[in-house]
């Protein structure tokens, strides 16, 4: 936790290269200072078929999924960071858009959470 999935359009990647998306995104969460390094995880997902509005030619969204727990505040900062970000490595984009969703914790399971050796409920637990 968190996730960052970048979907968009199969140029950008004439544009960029994978690890350059990945990465920038990854250190603009980083750099937040909400989350622990080890725990950021980040894809990407291009299109190769794709529908825009008219003289729209690309698009690059990133959907951040989060543990919930953090303000409205932080996590407009962390949107609008990555935006900045992204903004400056392809600034001939059509469309560019960031949104943030938190995970309920009391819906959220993961590996370490169903461990019996795990009776405190870290859901870090083992990493």
Do not use: W
Request: negative net charge; hydrophobic residues 35%; contains cysteine.
């Amino acid at each position: 936790m968190p996730h960052f999935i970048i979907d968009c359009s199969q140029d950008i990647l004439q544009q960029r290269t994978p690890d350059e998306l990945m990465d920038a995104v990854y250190e603009v969460a980083d750099a937040t200072g909400l989350f622990a390094p080890n725990d950021i995880k980040v894809r990407l997902h291009p299109y190769p078929y794709y529908r825009l509005g008219a003289g729209k030619n690309n698009f690059l969204h990133v959907f951040g999924y989060i543990m919930q727990g953090r303000n409205t505040e932080q996590k407009a900062n962390l949107s609008k960071q990555i935006s900045i970000r992204l903004s400056e490595l392809l600034p001939d984009i059509s469309f560019l858009s960031v949104n943030i969703n938190d995970f309920e914790a009391a819906t959220y399971s993961n590996k370490a959470l169903i461990n019996p050796e795990n009776p405190g409920q870290d859901r870090h637990f083992g990493l």
